[in-house]
């Protein structure tokens, strides 16, 4: 998947997965592929937020604020994830205009 979006470009869950409390995270079940997926609890902070459609530079403030991280760390990380989440059919993109 071309992964480009803008900051305010808005990504949500996917409908197809189905999330479930797994130690500090989340285990994630793609019902169309039957794939588990796992996240730890800053990415299982992030599936919360994404349960609606939310711009990007939404989620990564969430993130800045509630953990102590570096912004361009933050940055990076939370695209990486938003990223891996879109490529593996659980989160969708959508372009700015289309909101």
């Keep these: 998947m071309d992964w480009n979006p803008s900051d305010h470009d ?31 609890s800053v990415g299982a902070f992030i599936w ?4 609606e459609p939310r711009p990007i530079s939404e989620i990564r403030s969430a993130v800045l604020d509630r953990y102590n991280v570096d912004p361009e760390r933050c940055k990076a990380d939370v695209d ?3 990223k891996g989440l879109a ?10 205009e289309l909101v």
């Design 10 to 40: 808005r990504v949500s869950a996917s409908e197809d997965a189905v999330a479930c409390e797994f130690g500090n995270g989340l285990a994630l079940l793609d019902m169309r592929s039957n794939i588990y997926y796992s996240l730890n």
């Design 48 to 51: 919360e937020l994404i349960q």
């Design 80 to 82: 990486g994830l938003l």
């Design 87 to 96: 490529d593996a059919g659980l989160a969708r993109l959508h372009d700015e």
